[in-house]
């Protein structure tokens, strides 16, 4: 073999090895030859996706999940398909869902432009305000009080940005710490470290109820982003979108989505039975009335 063929053989070698991974196959299909399907939780986004004292998953988006799941196995006929569950974080479920390890992402992921990129998202089931959680004692009311002082939000979430981009937030200079996981950022500020935690309301509020003195905390402030949460799982898989959408869609004009939400967002939830006592606001039930996947940017349109 001449040296020019040798080079052109190695050369198609090295591309083929650096070309883009194959696609995964259809979703549908390799749930049905695997016989399992694989549900990515959060830990600690009470009362969304979170673990009981047992700790087992629970939540709003769990519930929901599990009746996609139910779908999935009467359209596919496996009545006795397998569901395996893989804790996710914020810096690492949209890697394990494009990746293949994560079927149906159950957490508290808000749906944007930019994850829409790389993943698809199932019709929005929550709409939440991002906002602070701050100790009562420590008398902040605003961004403007967080100036110089420690500020927390989660890894991979979007908190700080956001604040950084609001009119208010712009000229404040504040000292960034980031927690593992929401339960890590909610611990920097009950110990201090953080005078402030920047997060959905859903989620500070969850945290709050089931922290050690409840009473001694407010969520406050500017509203920073109004964000869709939603189920998060593959993109460009239109068959598997098809059964998901259905079966949320279902929910939403049987009335089972809105007694969910009432069972966990208006009723005493495990593992201390805590009320949140947070009825469901308009921006949620004009989602559920009219069901679609419109990214956070449709709900902050600048007036």
């Not at 992402?105 to 709409?127: D, L």
Request: aromatic share 6%; charged share 20%; proline share 6%.
């Amino acid at each position: 073999m001449t040296l020019h063929r040798t080079s052109l053989l190695i050369a198609a070698t090295l591309a083929t090895l650096t070309a883009a991974p194959p696609l995964l196959a259809n979703t549908l299909e390799k749930i049905k030859t695997s016989g399992s399907i694989t549900l990515g939780i959060r830990e600690s986004s009470l009362p969304l996706s979170y673990l009981d004292d047992k700790q087992q998953p629970v939540g709003y988006h769990i519930d929901l999940c599990n009746r996609v799941v139910d779908a999935i196995r009467a359209q596919l006929k496996l009545p006795g398909l397998k569901v395996a569950i893989t804790p996710v974080t914020s810096q690492n479920r949209i890697p394990l869902v494009t990746n293949g390890t994560v079927d149906l992402e159950c957490g508290s992921t808000t749906n944007n432009e930019a994850r829409q990129k790389q993943v698809a998202f199932a019709p929005t089931t929550y709409v939440t305000n991002v906002r602070m959680a701050v100790k009562k004692a420590s008398g902040i009311q605003s961004l403007a009080d967080l100036k110089g002082k420690p500020v927390a939000s989660t890894t991979g979430t979007t908190s700080i940005q956001l604040m950084r981009a609001h009119k208010k937030g712009q000229s404040v200079d504040f000292r960034e710490v980031y927690g593992k996981d929401h339960a890590d950022s909610f611990l920097m500020l009950e110990t201090d470290r953080a005078v402030a935690f920047i997060m959905d309301d859903n989620l500070l509020l969850g945290l709050i109820a089931s922290s050690k003195a409840p009473a001694s905390y407010a969520v406050v402030g500017e509203t920073l982003s109004v964000e869709p949460i939603a189920i998060m799982f593959r993109r460009d898989d239109p068959a598997f979108k098809k059964v998901v959408d259905g079966a949320v869609k279902a929910m939403m004009q049987n009335g089972e989505l809105h007694a969910l939400y009432k069972k966990w967002f208006e009723s005493p939830i495990p593992p201390k039975g805590v009320n949140l006592a947070f009825p469901m606001t308009q921006a949620t039930r004009n989602a559920l009335n009219l069901p679609g996947d419109a990214p956070a940017e449709a709900y902050n349109t600048k007036k």
